[in-house]
């Protein structure tokens, strides 16, 4: 692993020090792709957005495609899937597997 994905590692095990960041991030790990509505109520926040947000600016790409649909009044909208890259999910992985991640309020 270079350098760069070095850093990345160490800026990502800082987040992941919140519980509902690992949270977000084991979602993400164990599914093809999530929408806001799939991880909210399971990594219980209101906020996954801030979360995603937080791991791209420490490095990582989280690519958010958005997509058509129609909404329950039978207009158009648009929502975002996210998901992660190859270089993503290995960056992710390994820095869940340092010790003390996920354990901080």
Do not use: H, Q
């Amino acid at each position: 692993m270079n350098i760069r994905n070095s850093n990345t590692i160490n800026m990502v095990k800082t987040i992941l020090m919140d519980k509902t960041a690992w949270r977000v991030a084991n979602m993400l790990l164990n599914r093809k792709e999530a929408t806001r509505s799939d991880l909210e109520p399971s990594c219980g926040t209101t906020y996954a957005p801030n979360y995603i947000k937080a791991f791209r600016d420490a490095g990582l790409a989280i690519p958010c495609e958005m997509r058509n649909a129609i909404n329950r009044d039978g207009n158009a909208c648009r929502y975002g899937v996210y998901s992660l890259t190859d270089t993503d999910r290995a960056i992710l992985s390994r820095a869940m597997e340092l010790p003390n991640v996920g354990k901080v309020a």
